[in-house]
């Protein structure tokens, strides 16, 4: 289980249609292994916890701020 402030990976790409948009962000996807920022962990008592997820580029600007699940994110090393 990651906490809020882990960094993280991204296991897979992510398209930009199931993406919250930063106001920067571009309409790209958002590519398999970008690294990222845990802003918020949602537990509930029926399901696995939930990760949203602010994902940057080498400059530090947001490529977008997802949702996901555990299995969706690769801890980073």
């Known amino acids: 289980m990651y906490s809020e402030g882990d960094t993280v990976k991204l296991a897979h790409a992510v398209s930009p249609e199931t993406r919250e948009y930063w106001p920067e962000s571009g309409d790209e ?35 977008g701020i997802v949702q996901l699940n555990e299995n969706d994110l690769i801890p980073f090393d």
């Open 29 to 63: 996807e958002i590519p398999a292994h970008s690294v990222g920022a845990v802003v918020a962990v949602y537990v509930s008592d029926s399901h696995d916890a939930s990760y949203e997820v602010e994902f940057v580029d080498a400059a530090g600007g947001t490529l």
